[in-house]
């Protein structure tokens, strides 16, 4: 049978959203982040890095990587294709 492992989860605010979802046996958790107000994220990313970037259980676990990606998307003022 299908045993669950990982979460998936999703928030949506009034202009916003975060989803993530995990693979625990590999370490992994993917994060997006959006918002159509005008909050910056990439200031919370610090704070992401330090919830989510914790080591592995074992004692030969290796330091946690982290991999930043962004994208900028619709229009802002002053914009020019």
Same mark, same amino acid.
Do not use: Y
């Given at each position: 049978? *299908?045993?669950? +492992?990982?979460?998936?989860?999703?928030?949506? %605010? %009034? #202009?916003? /959203? +975060?989803?993530? /979802?995990?693979?625990?046996?590999?370490? +992994?958790?993917?994060? &997006?982040?959006?918002?159509?107000?005008?909050?910056? %994220?990439?200031?919370? %990313?610090?704070?992401?890095?330090? *919830?989510?970037? +914790?080591?592995?259980?074992? #004692? &030969?676990?290796?330091?946690?990587?982290?991999?930043?990606? /962004? $994208?900028?998307?619709?229009?802002? $003022?002053?914009?020019?294709?």
């Amino acid at each position: 049978g *299908l045993i669950p +492992v990982g979460v998936s989860c999703a928030g949506v %605010l %009034l #202009e916003s /959203h +975060v989803a993530f /979802h995990t693979w625990p046996a590999e370490g +992994v958790i993917s994060m &997006d982040l959006f918002t159509c107000g005008s909050g910056k %994220l990439i200031p919370t %990313l610090p704070s992401i890095q330090q *919830l989510f970037g +914790v080591k592995a259980a074992n #004692e &030969d676990a290796d330091d946690p990587m982290m991999m930043w990606s /962004h $994208k900028l998307r619709g229009f802002r $003022k002053g914009f020019v294709p």
